[in-house]
């Protein structure tokens, strides 16, 4: 937002008070090059995040051909592009301050210690411009005023219509435009800089600064056990991921011989570096028999395939309209796992 989008607005439109001209006249033409501008640009990250998924070589498939072709994926690139140019060029910090719950973390996360943007209540108060209305009445001595001259920059250029001057809020994106636009009429007026800027609440109130305290600690403990659950799952995660699914149709069904079929989907995600085969086999098969069309089943690196596969067994291997059962898949190369399985059969009447 803040190093693409609005750069690229102000670039086209100007500046704030030019850009509140262009808000009378949405269909200006400046205004009408900015959205075609961000329409692109949002088109192009919409492309940029789909190549994450699917890869390099896939998009520039997708994009060289008909979108008939690819529906899904187009539909999700169209989607994603709708939410940029929603969310960066219509909607903007009102996301940021309805649907971000980073406002709500703040009141848990900050304290008075923590460093925000900030206004230095004990140099810009009392406000007010010298040589306009700075005596206190007839005859009195004039005022002394802070460095405030309250000349409004910086509620001009917040982005969520804030006034810093009122302390920390949780609308407040910390994206620094009002401490740019403070510290230029500090500049202008011969005062200096940093009137807004990078402070903690109890520096700006005259507190001595102690960086060492509780949450110092506590969040960097929490951060590292988390990234090292993190990284201990990631470092022993399996090479592949097998989920055993019901065939679609009929749950079983029955044959001329009287012997009962399941008919199972089994999806294979590889995750190793190279491509593999993998062997499907009844772990505790006793009197089943497994009918496997494509076994060993041949899986690229990166990618996912399905088998179907049957399992026919007799009526008498039923309980209950169930039998329990475990798949066993292996590459050969270390990897193996033991699958959990219910098959289904009819129940036989009670006597």
């Given at each position: 937002?803040e190093?693409?989008?609005?750069?690229?607005?102000?670039?086209?439109?100007g500046?704030?008070?030019?850009q509140?001209?262009?808000?009378?006249?949405?269909?200006?033409?400046?205004?009408?090059?900015?959205?075609?501008?961000?329409?692109?640009?949002?088109?192009?990250?919409?492309?940029?995040?789909?190549?994450?998924?699917?890869?390099?070589?896939?998009?520039?498939?997708w994009?060289?051909?008909?979108?008939?072709?690819?529906?899904?994926?187009?539909?999700?690139?169209?989607?994603?592009?709708?939410?940029?140019?929603?969310?960066?060029?219509?909607?903007?910090?009102?996301?940021?301050?309805?649907?971000?719950?980073?406002?709500?973390?703040?009141?848990?996360?900050?304290?008075?210690?923590?460093?925000?943007?900030?206004?230095d209540?004990?140099?810009?108060?009392?406000?007010?411009?010298?040589?306009?209305?700075?005596?206190?009445?007839?005859?009195?001595?004039p005022?002394?005023?802070?460095?405030?001259?309250?000349?409004?920059?910086?509620?001009?250029?917040?982005?969520?219509?804030?006034?810093?001057?009122?302390?920390?809020?949780?609308?407040?994106?910390?994206?620094?435009?009002?401490?740019?636009?403070?510290?230029?009429?500090?500049?202008?007026?011969?005062?200096?800089?940093?009137?807004?800027?990078?402070?903690?609440?109890?520096?700006?109130?005259?507190?001595?600064?102690?960086?060492?305290?509780?949450?110092?600690?506590?969040?960097?403990?929490?951060?590292?056990?988390?990234?090292?659950?993190?990284g201990?799952?990631?470092?022993?995660?399996?090479?592949?991921?097998?989920?055993?699914?019901?065939?679609?149709?009929?749950?079983?069904?029955?044959?001329?011989?009287?012997?009962?079929?399941?008919?199972?989907?089994v999806?294979?995600?590889?995750?190793?570096?190279?491509?593999?085969?993998?062997?499907?086999?009844?772990?505790?098969?006793?009197?089943?028999?497994?009918?496997?069309?494509?076994?060993?089943?041949?899986v690229?690196?990166?990618?996912?395939?399905?088998?179907?596969?049957?399992?026919?067994?007799?009526?008498?291997?039923?309980?209950?309209?169930a039998?329990?059962?475990?798949?066993?898949?292996?590459?050969?190369?270390?990897?193996?796992?033991?699958?959990?399985?219910?098959?289904?059969?009819?129940?036989?009447?009670?006597?």
């Amino acid at each position: 937002m803040e190093f693409l989008y609005r750069p690229i607005e102000r670039l086209i439109e100007g500046g704030p008070r030019a850009q509140r001209d262009l808000d009378v006249r949405r269909l200006a033409p400046r205004r009408l090059l900015t959205y075609a501008v961000f329409g692109a640009l949002s088109m192009f990250l919409a492309h940029t995040c789909l190549a994450y998924f699917v890869g390099v070589e896939a998009l520039r498939h997708w994009i060289t051909r008909s979108p008939f072709e690819h529906p899904a994926a187009f539909l999700v690139m169209a989607g994603t592009t709708a939410l940029m140019f929603l969310d960066f060029g219509w909607f903007r910090e009102q996301v940021c301050v309805v649907a971000c719950p980073y406002g709500r973390f703040q009141s848990v996360l900050l304290d008075r210690r923590s460093l925000i943007v900030g206004y230095d209540v004990r140099r810009g108060e009392p406000r007010g411009r010298p040589g306009r209305g700075a005596g206190n009445g007839p005859g009195a001595p004039p005022r002394a005023l802070g460095d405030c001259i309250d000349c409004g920059a910086c509620v001009v250029t917040c982005p969520t219509g804030i006034d810093i001057r009122d302390g920390l809020q949780m609308e407040c994106i910390h994206c620094t435009q009002c401490m740019d636009a403070c510290d230029s009429i500090m500049e202008r007026i011969g005062r200096p800089r940093g009137l807004i800027r990078y402070s903690r609440q109890d520096e700006l109130g005259g507190a001595p600064r102690r960086i060492l305290r509780p949450r110092v600690v506590l969040y960097p403990i929490l951060l590292i056990v988390v990234w090292g659950m993190l990284g201990w799952a990631l470092a022993h995660r399996a090479s592949a991921d097998v989920t055993v699914l019901r065939g679609l149709g009929s749950p079983f069904s029955l044959l001329p011989s009287g012997e009962v079929s399941n008919q199972i989907r089994v999806k294979i995600v590889n995750r190793a570096d190279g491509d593999r085969r993998y062997l499907i086999e009844l772990a505790d098969g006793a009197g089943l028999h497994l009918i496997a069309p494509d076994n060993p089943l041949a899986v690229a690196a990166g990618h996912a395939a399905t088998a179907t596969v049957f399992v026919t067994a007799p009526r008498a291997a039923f309980q209950g309209g169930a039998r329990e059962i475990r798949f066993r898949v292996g590459d050969g190369a270390g990897f193996a796992a033991s699958v959990p399985y219910r098959l289904l059969g009819p129940e036989e009447p009670r006597p």
